[in-house]
Nanobody, 128 residues
Framework: QVQLVESGGGLVQAGGSLRLSCAAS????????MGWFRQAAGKEREIVAT????????YYRDSVKGRFTISRDNAKNTVYLQMNSLKPEDTAVYYC?????????????????????WGQGTQVTVSS
């Protein structure tokens, strides 16, 4: 069984920065593409960023490109999301997720239904 635990959320003013961490238990992490998703109140969950199992390939939604950076440290079983120049519209609960059994051709996925394990979420609130 894989457990994912997010940390690093909080309240920050617009223009500020936060770094989210997602610690994973189990060996599955090393072979799992990982993703960060977010869900704002009254809205659907959406992809923020994803990273391949090696860390060599990443994807970002357009609204966070140039401001957010996803990375991973497989030795520490941890994936990170560095968030800079935060905006009020970034306010949401942020979740990390692991894609445990991707097909060989899939480096990462942007579809939440293709992720098998989810963390409990961490709240990020950006004030204007």
């Amino acid at each position: 069984q894989v457990q994912l635990v997010e940390s690093g959320g909080g309240l920050v003013q617009a223009g500020g920065s936060l770094r989210l961490s997602c610690a994973a238990s189990g060996r599955t992490f090393i072979s799992a593409p990982m993703g960060w998703f977010r869900q704002a109140a009254g809205k659907e969950r959406e992809i923020v960023a994803t990273i391949s199992k090696s860390g060599g390939n990443t994807y970002y939604r357009d609204s966070v490109k140039g401001r957010f950076t996803i990375s991973r440290d497989n030795a520490k079983n941890t994936v990170y999301l560095q968030m800079n120049s935060l905006k009020p519209e970034d306010t949401a609960v942020y979740y990390c997720a692991a894609d445990r059994n991707p097909p060989v051709y899939r480096l990462y996925s942007i579809r939440p239904e293709e992720y098998d394990y989810w963390g409990q979420g961490t709240q990020v609130t950006v004030s204007s």
